[in-house]
């Protein structure tokens, strides 16, 4: 007799019943349906969510700063801070904190040098509120074992939000001391992409990353630094320290600068200090946006000719003064840029440092005139250009793009404006 248990090996049952048969089935498809709701939540993890990640972090600017001695080092190995930076270079350095949302220290640096990290010029704290910011930035510290005194000045001082970034095995008892002085996030992994993204959620659009240099490490390693400010002491560590700790923080790659495929170097000179401004990735900030936007709107007031395009500039100078333009305002032939750069200097402007926003990318050959606006950008010495949409090879080949970035200035390029400056010079759909 046949055990009606008995299945033959190409899964056909005898002997039972016909509903115990349907269960199978039913059970074998809801099988089949759980493996692709696993696969399904594995491709999420796996794709989507780094994905977002990816696309908010894009659009946040992180900022590395540090000081060095000629030679690199970022310390000596006492226990007292070494002090590399003149005042002119701090007064910089604050200036440049006041403009981000976030500061970000390793524990490191927190146990060595107990920074408060907090905006102390008062005239910085007015500028900063006055734009609807808190007078204070975020004050961020990484340490993955948790192991930080509450009795830091980061902690401490600073009436702004504090975060801890640690990870899920940090010290529990460590962290519980202090998790009502600041929020605390844990992290299965501490990378510089992960802390990035976490922080863009928390609206951070500029993030400024302060050291030591571990913490730097990770940022250049990950290429999630999209500036280094960069101050150079004319003194070796020895000079400046009396000793020759090889033990000593030194900025990682410090000989390998300026990064390969980084862009623009900047120099300039803060009391005894060389400030390097190296742009490793150019972006566009919410204010860079703001005015991109403002220079398309008035470009829509040119009135379309057969032998231009209308294009809109504005001009905001490194002392925060604003000057307009575009195409053929006040003459027949004046580009945008020139209508804005002739006001600049009918009110006596100093345009360097200048940053100067167009719908269009600036000329760099015309037959109209013999100086192109390339040269005019570069002869007033601007620093960077943020431009909409590339000029086509239509009324003059335009090479402004390769010229200026080889020049040392940083170009911009936001996305998703190009197709809005076509559309006001009918330049879609051919
Ligand atoms: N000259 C300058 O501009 C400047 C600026 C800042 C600092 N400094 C100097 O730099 C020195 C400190 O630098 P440093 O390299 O020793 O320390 P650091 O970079 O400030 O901090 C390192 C600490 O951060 C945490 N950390 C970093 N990456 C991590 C990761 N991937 N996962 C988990 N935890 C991570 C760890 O904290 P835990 O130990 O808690 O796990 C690690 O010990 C000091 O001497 C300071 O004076 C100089």
Request: hydrophobic letters at 40%.
């Amino acid at each position: 007799m046949v055990d009606d248990r008995e299945r033959l090996s190409y899964g056909v049952y005898y002997g039972e019943s016909f509903s115990v048969y349907i269960i199978d089935i039913l059970s074998f498809f809801s099988a089949i349906i759980a493996i692709i709701i696993v696969i399904i939540a594995i491709s999420v993890i796996i794709i989507i969510i780094p994905t977002i990640t990816t696309l908010t972090t894009r659009s946040m600017i992180t900022i590395a700063s540090a000081a060095v001695t000629r030679d690199g080092y970022m310390d000596d190995c006492s226990s007292a801070r070494l002090v590399i930076s003149g005042d002119e270079d701090w007064r910089e350095v604050h200036e440049l904190r006041a403009g981000c949302d976030a500061i970000l220290v390793g524990a490191g640096t927190l146990r060595k040098d107990d920074p408060a990290l907090v905006i102390r010029d008062e005239n910085l704290r007015r500028r900063r509120e006055a734009a609807g910011q808190p007078a204070d930035i975020i004050k961020v510290a990484v340490s993955g074992s948790g192991r930080l005194d509450p009795s830091l000045r980061f902690f401490t001082e600073g009436t702004g939000r504090k975060i801890v970034i640690t990870r899920h095995d940090a010290d529990a008892a460590a962290v519980e001391k202090y998790s009502r002085l600041a929020e605390v996030i844990r992290l299965p992994r501490i990378t510089a992409g992960n802390i990035a993204g976490r922080l863009a959620e928390a609206g951070t659009g500029k993030l400024m990353v302060e050291g030591g240099a571990e913490i730097l490490k990770m940022f250049f390693d990950e290429d999630m630094a999209d500036r280094l400010r960069l101050a150079v002491s004319p003194l070796t560590l020895e000079e400046a320290s009396g000793r020759r700790d090889i033990c000593a923080p030194r900025l990682p790659y410090f000989e390998h600068l300026p990064f390969e495929g980084s862009a623009t170097r900047r120099t300039h000179r803060a009391g005894a200090m060389t400030v390097n401004d190296y742009i490793i990735h150019p972006k566009a900030d919410a204010r860079d946006i703001e005015l991109l936007r403002r220079a398309i709107d008035l470009s829509r007031l040119c009135t379309p000719t057969a032998t231009a395009y209308c294009v809109g500039c504005v001009i905001a100078t490194a002392r925060g003064s604003i000057f307009e333009g575009y195409t053929h305002e006040s003459g027949p032939h004046n580009h945008a840029e020139e209508e804005a750069i002739l006001k600049a200097e009918a009110s006596g402007a100093d345009l360097s440092g200048a940053t100067i926003y167009t719908s269009m990318e600036p000329c760099s050959t015309r037959r109209s005139k013999p100086v192109s606006c390339c040269e005019l950008i570069l002869r007033h010495k601007m620093e960077r250009v943020v431009y909409a949409m590339a000029e086509p090879d239509k009324f003059a080949r335009c090479d402004s793009d390769a010229i200026l970035r080889k020049a040392g200035v940083e170009v911009v390029v936001p996305e998703g404006f190009a197709r809005q400056v076509a559309e006001i010079n009918g330049l879609t759909g051919r």
